[in-house]
């Protein structure tokens, strides 16, 4: 199945990736339009296993504190032993050297903790200042399942790429600073747009639907949605769960994910925060480079598309936010938003001090 619509624009890597190769191309000086991004294949609420009995299981999985966290793990019980990113930091830095680069971060529980209130997810000001001299020093983009406008409210730095609603509204900076590459182009791209309207319907629909379970609440992404279910008691889970389930099997265009404590609706469009990563470094003219080191940092399972994404192009490396052992993609992990504000501050000490070696300031 597929759709005209916008969207860039890198070679597939394999044969699940149907994106057509194309050169960038500009379009009202800003739009890039290609034809074709194809359907994936519909999640519902019974790939998550959260049919029959097992869904409330999976909701359970999504709060930490029914898993064991890493630190109570002996390694051969994690299977995949990861190391911590600022244990590795010297070997980053080594296999970058000679590399562009690009930074990747997601928001919610990556720069900001996770609380109760999603309206109330705010990045501490040292982190905002961190985040701020980490964009002098490289490409830095912030990628989220919020919505673009309001990701960019919580950060308030003009000199990043923006990609919310999980990639599909991906928007770079207009004055980009000197450290971005003289062939980046400026882009706005939307590859979900069309789905708008339904996005709305469903909003609305679900609103209504959930009002009278206490604590939940419907966050609307402009391309997706967010059904929250953390102030939600545990014995009502089974009725949000129900009506979410009712509401989307009437709208087959949708798919359904599980994020933490959220139930993430998006459109079955191939497009994930992987994908917006490819587009951010072709936007940059990086995506061909050999020279390129893409770190990722996210804590979410949306994430791990970007993840594979670097492990797949077997550049830079994914790092995962969590203190609890599960199965990833990253090459590495960082506790908590404390931990990557303190690798990001490292990463910008290394530029700053290799800067004044080579200029020997
Ligand atoms: O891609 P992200 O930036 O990580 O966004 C993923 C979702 O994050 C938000 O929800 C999560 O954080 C909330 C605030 O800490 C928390 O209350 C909620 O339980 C978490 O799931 C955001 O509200 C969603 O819209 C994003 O999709």
Redesign the pocket.
Known sequence: MTRQTMAPITEPKNSNSTILSQKLSSVSGKYITIPNIPMCEKHLLQDLDINGGSWVDSMRA?SPTHLKSITSLTPSAFPLELPSALDMFKHIINSSKGKQIVMFL????????????????FMSDAMRSTVRRLAKHFPTA??????RD??YDFVQLPKLYYAGS?GMDIKSPANKGFKYPKKSQEVVFQPASEFIPMIEKVYKTLSEKTKNILGASV?H?KF?L?V????VDENKWNELAHEVRSVLEEYPELQLAQ????F?IRPTIKWD?GKALEFILESLGLANCKDVFPVYI???R??EDAFKVLRDRGQGCGILVSKIARKTNASFYLQEPPEVMSFLQRLVKWRRESLKRRFRL
């Open positions: 999504s997601d928001y919610d529980g990556t720069l900001s903790p996770i609380v109760d209130d999603p309206d109330r997810a912030i990628v989220s399942g919020r919505c309001k990701v999980h966050e992404n997706c967010s929250h279910f953390r102030r994020g933490r404590k959220v993430e925060k996210g804590d979410d949306t994430d």
